[in-house]
Nanobody
């Protein structure tokens, strides 16, 4: 059984911070490319950040300088540190694990940025 479980979402004021976590099971985690996506209400799902097996990172332009993706292979966990949050960051955030033809998704966690 493959599982990706996100946590850490919630309600935060503009300018605040949240740290999302994604815990994986049932996969050889260290070999996988891990990503965070988000889907704002009524919009398409979009890529937020990627961290490869060798820890190379990429970010969407909209979050560069504010978000940081990291991975902890012994814990089979990937995190997304989100700072200086904006209302436009409001979305369901999803964790994705990818290796060649294999793709796995978490169920998502809600992040709401509002005063």
């Amino acid at each position: 059984q493959v599982q990706l479980v996100e946590s850490g979402g919630g309600l935060v004021q503009p300018g605040g911070s949240l740290r999302l976590s994604c815990e994986a099971s049932g996969i050889s985690f260290s070999f996988y490319r891990m990503s965070w996506y988000r889907q704002p209400p009524g919009k398409e799902r979009e890529l937020v950040a990627v961290i490869t097996a060798d820890r190379k990172t990429t970010y969407a332009d909209s979050v560069k300088g504010r978000f940081t993706i990291t991975r902890d292979n012994p814990k089979k966990m990937v995190t997304l540190q989100m700072n200086s949050l904006k209302p436009d960051d409001t979305a369901v955030y999803y964790c994705k694990a990818n290796l060649e033809y294999k793709t796995h998704w978490g169920q998502g966690t809600q992040v709401t940025v509002s005063s």
